[in-house]
């Protein structure tokens, strides 16, 4: 791909895609909630939103689920976001969760709180009466979501069942559902990583600067560098570093993979991202504990 | 998103072949010798082949996502798949072609443009290869693709690749299908897939790569054909915007301007569009595929699953109507039976009066002994609505023309319709 040129008409495509089910997902459901996590995607999504409301604002909340830990940034950039474009803003804590003994925080170093936002997001779902979530996952991140649908159903114990998914065909779009069931909604499930950059450049779209390169103090393990926190245990044989990366996903600090990068300018990520011969995903020490470890997460009701 | 060239940058395409005739590892050929499969991808998948106990990498891994494929070596759904070139994003519907072949593969080409067919050259055409060309035909896909696939196990003859061919133009006398391309292939070694394959010189034609990136799918903008549901109604009553009422959706088929009659439907009202709104961007008109908002000169009431049009074609307003139905529920079809019928945006009860012809589509002959029909039957029905809607023939318009019924006690999506006139 060294001869990789910006191919950007089928960005258009893809965002009208987009909008189209946006607009759906407003349409078709009572009390939808857009989840909000102050990565990348997730921002795209409430841009994506701007655009398929205009000039009314978006027309559903911003839904948060709060690991607790988090880098300092996201976090304002996510009150600031909501302020500017005068969005409902929902916050939910896992630290909540595991207060009320509903989720149990792991052990040991790779402990991580990513798993445990599952049972706050149902929670959150139950409490807000929400009918519909909607996500920026995107089936190119991992071979379970490849199989995901636009509106995916979600039982009444907020369960996925990849095998008996509803067919989805030309843009009919059936959300339909008894009591105590809910869909999650993915506008962006056609977009790659790289889509979702170039998109990022060509709307100008303000992003967090982690994204951008900055010194942090870091530690490799297993092959990742990991962006380190105060409450990260460390193996006898790592190392915390001050270097030049970047964050190529965000989301819970203890299993977001940073990249060693200089890359200042969305056209030097582009041509990074371009290059890269590493699925973003394969920064995330969640999805390497099993082969499995995404379908299973997913069928439980993970996002 | 101003200044987009008109062309076509995304092509959509879906994969049919019976169970070994190699459409996975084909997938992964065209993954990998486009270099659009990442390091960790290829590790893990490196990895799972070793343990398996296999010598070379099993390029199919990659396309199965579920615990249960990769444990049984199959594929449950239609997974779907992303890869770019220089000139264009591909996303392939990969659907299998054994279990509940009909509803995967009819689900996978509803949203493409090219079905990609599999033949295995040792086999030729068999009942299989008719059923997916005629599905693809059905589905109106605006190419077909045949790849006569493991060609290294028939020496890379010509002359049977030849009798393929023969096979292959008998079968769409039967068929009809518009734009036919036929390639021989060897997905295992890459013959013709991405590279001119060194085996195949006698074939002049271009690989399957070259011809995906180069076939025309673009629409004739046609603004006679433009199409309009309305998905939602967009009031913000802000001080800014105390007056605007616009109707957001996204145009199917044809092209609009500003000032265009148009007549609303079911109303039958009609009116001029005003202005068509893009985020803040004035645009004077919109092409099919867009997501837009239109604002019009006079205020009429309007909801979603109303349909604009130009007023100088309008669909038919039909209370009954014939579809090519695809059926995709275990549950068989209930003649008499009520269901919730899907058109566009707009929703309304049906009743399924009367199976016209129940077509087998092994053989593409009638099947007159029976009209009970099951799951991945297909057939010609006659549906009735409790209010007209507005349809035209599928081949016309993909949108206004398709419909899908959903069970009323379960929700669950039991069938796909082509309106025929």
Redesign the interface.
């Known amino acids: 791909?060294s001869?990789?040129?910006i191919?950007?008409?089928?960005?258009?495509?893809?965002?009208?895609?987009a909008?189209?089910i946006m607009?759906?997902i407003?349409?078709q459901f009572e009390k939808p909630a857009l989840l909000f996590s102050g990565g990348k995607d997730s921002i795209v999504l409430v841009h994506l939103a701007?655009?398929?409301?205009?000039?009314?604002?978006i027309p559903f909340p911003l839904m948060h689920i709060d690991t607790g830990h988090n880098f300092d940034e996201t976090i304002e950039f996510r009150d600031n976001l909501a302020k500017e474009f005068g969005c409902e803003l929902i916050v939910k804590y896992v630290q909540d969760s595991i207060n009320q003994g509903k989720a149990i925080e792991e052990k040991g170093v790779n402990a991580s709180r990513n798993k445990l936002q599952t049972v706050t997001l149902l929670d959150a779902i139950e409490d807000e009466k929400l009918d519909c979530a909607i996500g920026g996952g995107r089936?190119?991140e991992e071979?379970?979501?490849?199989?995901e649908r636009f509106f995916s159903h979600r039982d009444d114990f907020g369960q996925w069942d990849?095998?008996n998914?509803?067919?989805?065909?030309?843009?009919?779009f059936?959300g339909?559902?008894?009591m105590g069931e809910h869909f999650r909604a993915f506008p962006i499930?056609?977009w790659?990583e790289?889509?979702v950059w170039q998109y990022i450049m060509?709307?100008k779209i303000k992003l967090p600067s982690l994204y951008y390169t900055h010194k942090r103090k870091v530690f490799e393990r297993d092959g990742t560098w990991l962006a380190w926190a105060p409450f990260m245990e460390l193996k006898p044989t790592e190392t915390v570093q001050n270097l030049d990366v970047r964050c190529r996903t965000i989301g819970d600090i203890t299993c977001t993979g940073v990249t060693l990068s200089t890359a200042n300018t969305l056209d030097e990520i582009v041509a990074e991202i371009a290059a890269?011969?590493?699925?973003e995903r394969?920064g995330r020490a969640d999805d390497k504990r099993s082969?499995?470890a995404m379908?299973d997460r997913k069928k439980e009701g993970y996002f | 998103m101003e200044n987009i060239k008109p062309e076509i940058g995304l092509l959509r395409f879906t994969t049919a072949g019976s169970v070994d005739d190699g459409k996975s590892t084909l997938i992964g050929r065209l993954l990998y010798d486009s270099k659009s499969i990442f390091e960790d991808q290829l590790d893990n998948i490196t990895e799972t082949s070793k343990r398996k106990g296999n010598d070379e990498v099993d390029l199919s891994l990659l396309t199965d996502g579920l615990r249960a494929e990769r444990e049984q070596g199959i594929t449950i759904d239609v997974a779907y798949r992303y890869f770019s070139t220089p000139n264009r994003k591909f996303i392939i519907a990969d659907t299998p072609g054994h279990i509940q072949y009909t509803r995967n593969m009819v689900t996978g080409a509803s949203t493409a443009d090219v079905a990609v067919i599999l033949i295995d050259a040792r086999n030729g055409v068999i009942e299989q290869s008719i059923r997916h060309t005629f599905i693809a035909s059905l589905l109106d896909m605006k190419h077909i693709i045949f790849c006569v696939n493991k060609m290294d196990l028939v020496d890379f003859s010509q002359a049977r690749f030849d009798e393929i061919n023969k096979e292959i133009r008998e079968l769409l006398e039967k068929v009809g299908a518009k734009n036919i391309h036929i390639i021989p292939i060897s997905a295992k070694f890459g013959d013709n897939v991405v590279d001119k394959s060194e085996n195949l010189k006698w074939f002049n034609g271009s690989t399957l790569l070259n011809l995906l990136e180069t076939v025309r799918i673009a629409d004739d903008y046609n603004s006679k054909y433009a199409r309009f549901p309305v998905q939602y109604v967009i009031r913000p009553q802000s001080d800014d915007y105390h007056d605007f009422r616009g109707y957001a959706g996204r145009l199917a088929g044809g092209k609009i301007f500003v000032g265009d009659k148009i007549t609303v439907l079911p109303s039958m009202l009609t009116s001029k569009i005003k202005s068509i709104e893009d985020f803040g961007n004035e645009r004077y008109d919109a092409k099919s595929g867009d997501s837009i908002t239109i604002c019009l000169e006079d205020d009429i009431d309007i909801s979603r699953g109303n349909m604009i049009v130009p007023s100088e074609n309008l669909p038919d307003l039909a209370k009954e109507f014939n579809v090519m139905l695809c059926w995709f529920n275990e549950k068989p079809l209930q003649i008499k039976s009520k269901y919730i019928l899907r058109h566009s945006t707009n929703e309304v009860k049906s009743i399924l009066s009367e199976v016209n012809t129940k077509l087998n589509i092994n053989t593409l002959e009638e099947d007159t002994d029976k009209k009970e029909i099951k799951m991945n039957d297909i057939a010609n029905v006659t549906i009735k609505v409790a209010s007209p809607i507005f349809i035209d023939d599928y081949k016309l318009n993909h949108v206004s023309g398709s419909i899908i019924l959903i069970d009323e006690a379960t929700n669950e999506t039991v069938a796909a319709g082509m309106v025929v006139k």
């Open positions: 791909m001869d990789f040129k191919n950007t008409n089928h960005l258009k495509l893809l965002e009208d895609e909008i189209f607009r759906e407003a349409a701007r655009k398929a409301f205009w000039p009314a604002k089936r190119d071979k379970a979501r490849a199989k990849p095998k998914q509803r067919p989805e065909l030309w843009n009919i059936n339909r559902k008894n499930s056609n790659t790289l889509d060509y709307e890269s011969r590493i699925t394969g082969e499995a379908e």
